[in-house]
């Protein structure tokens, strides 16, 4: 199998990339058609817009209203998402929905980088880049079929050439990518205190020295307390997920609830990655995310899932050749590979049925493709400076407003832009106040009204009085 591959494996790979990346990048622009993954997206499409690295940085009106924070920075701590600031202003949403598409490709092109390190053999390599590209968690979390795009993708574009950097010892390199993914959000701190507890424990790739682990660790804690705790401190704002995470943390009968109640597709993530188990000191990256998230009751096949595959994929480059070494000692070789190709033949399939699935159900039910000539009379027909709730599927075309709301800010919002005869929350708000309400705009895809007894822009202070 390697004699064969080992001329054959660059273009084979090649394929599989083109292939992947076009069929990922389809899948989302046909949800981009639809209206769909949209909600995560345009808090992300909006604060880059609102970005002018003077007085505002990465400002969203949603979050302003929605937890009283003046920036994402303070929603989590992710300072290394203005580098995405100059593709938004170029390409707006579709920018941000090929990022996330392409993600996993930059990152195995590092990987197999790392397994040719390693002395991985070609049909090993191939192994471990087909279970990255197509474990149905990855893929699904690539998807993000609701919520379009989510910044810790970001952890791939700079994890993948961290750990690259790390293994094959160009270390000055390392430690500019460590602070650029420390800082796409604070939970990347946790899968580099994972790979120091690895190395102490176990062994892994990523360091050589006591010295190396102590300046990692000690950068993670500071981006870790800073994010979490110091800088929305500073900001005078509570940042939501420190506070949740302490209350499930501090209260046991949450933590066991939590653990009742977890997911089945934690089980499946882990199942896929089995050949890791034999490099503990990887793996156990993935294990303080893990728990975290577990506790959270949060779902492995959300955008977490995407940098959890990866480092699994890392912990299968070091774990296989073992399992290898194992096999063949006892004869088992032949019967590994067999085993190994049906693996390989399982996950292709199960990754692309899932994107699929997920997809076509959500187009079915909640789709709805809104006409670009609607959007921009509509545009027209208000102020745009002024605060605009949008209904999600219509938020194409909106994405650079300065106060854009979310559906259930609609009352608070001087427009309100709805898809007549779609069922959903804005449209109940919308029937349930539309004595109130002033119809400016009606075409067969969209109805904008306009909410006379509120200014243009609600200040914070008089939202927080009305509501409380």
Same mark, same amino acid.
């Given at each position: 199998m390697d004699d064969w591959l080992r001329r054959r494996l660059t273009p084979l790979l090649a394929v599989i990339f083109a292939v992947w990346g076009a069929y990922m990048v389809y899948m989302k622009f046909r949800l981009l058609h639809f209206g769909l993954a949209t909600d995560d997206l345009f808090n992300y499409v909006n604060a880059l817009y609102n970005t002018n690295f003077w007085d505002e940085w990465l400002f969203s009106a949603r979050y302003e209203l929605l937890r009283g924070a003046p920036s994402l920075l303070f929603n989590h701590w992710q300072p290394t998402l203005l580098v995405l600031w100059p593709l938004v202003q170029v390409g707006g949403a579709e920018a941000l929905l090929v990022v996330q598409a392409l993600a996993p490709l930059w990152a195995a092109v590092f990987l197999l980088k790392i397994a040719e390190h390693l002395g991985l053999k070609p049909f090993e390599r191939l192994f471990v880049v087909v279970v990255c590209l197509f474990h149905p968690n990855l893929m699904a979390a690539i998807m993000d079929s609701l919520y379009g795009f989510h910044g810790t993708c970001l952890l791939l574009y700079f994890g993948a050439p961290l750990a690259w950097a790390a293994v094959t010892g160009r270390y000055v390199l390392a430690f500019v990518l460590l602070l650029f993914f420390l800082n796409v959000r604070e939970n990347a701190a946790l899968y580099v205190l994972g790979a120091a507890a690895g190395w102490i424990f176990?062994?892994?790739?990523?360091? &050589? =020295? *006591? *010295?190396? +682990? &102590? +300046?990692?660790? =000690?950068?993670?804690?500071?981006?870790?307390? @800073? @994010? #979490? +705790?110091?800088?929305?401190? #500073?900001? @005078?704002?509570? !940042?939501? !997920?420190?506070?949740?995470?302490? $209350?499930?943390? &501090? !209260?046991?009968? *949450?933590?066991?609830?939590? #653990? $009742? !109640?977890?997911? $089945?597709? %934690?089980?499946? #993530?882990?199942? %896929?990655? %089995?050949p890791g188990l034999a490099a503990p000191g990887t793996l156990l990256m993935m294990i303080p995310e893990s728990v975290i998230l577990i506790l959270a009751e949060k779902k492995a096949s959300h955008w977490y899932g995407m940098t959890l595959v990866f480092i699994g994929a890392l912990a299968i480059v070091q774990g296989l050749p073992r399992v290898r070494a194992f096999a063949e000692g006892r004869g088992w070789g032949r019967a590994l590979t067999i085993l190994l190709c049906l693996h390989m033949a399982g996950i292709a399939i199960a990754g692309p049925k899932e994107v699929r699935g997920q997809t076509n159900k959500l187009v079915s039910r909640i789709g709805y493709y809104v006409p670009e000539a609607s959007k921009i009379n509509a545009r027209a027909a208000i102020d745009t400076k002024c605060r605009t709730a949008v209904e999600l599927q219509a938020m194409y075309g909106f994405g650079d407003l300065p106060y854009l709301q979310y559906p259930r800010q609609a009352m608070v919002s001087k427009y309100i832009i709805t898809i007549p005869g779609l069922a959903s929350g804005l449209a109940q708000i919308v029937e349930s106040r539309k004595a109130d309400l002033k119809v400016i705009f009606r075409d067969d895809h969209l109805t904008v009204f306009e909410n006379p007894t509120v200014p243009c822009v609600l200040s914070l202070e008089a939202y927080r009085e009305g509501t409380g």
């Open positions: 176990f062994t892994n790739p990523f360091f &050589t =020295t *006591r *010295r190396q +682990i &102590t +300046i990692a660790a =000690t950068l993670a804690v500071l981006a870790f307390v @800073g @994010g #979490l +705790i110091v800088a929305p401190r #500073l900001a @005078g704002v509570v !940042h939501e !997920h420190a506070a949740h995470a302490e $209350s499930v943390l &501090t !209260h046991p009968v *949450r933590m066991a609830h939590a #653990l $009742s !109640h977890m997911d $089945s597709d %934690w089980h499946n #993530l882990y199942l %896929w990655l %089995w």
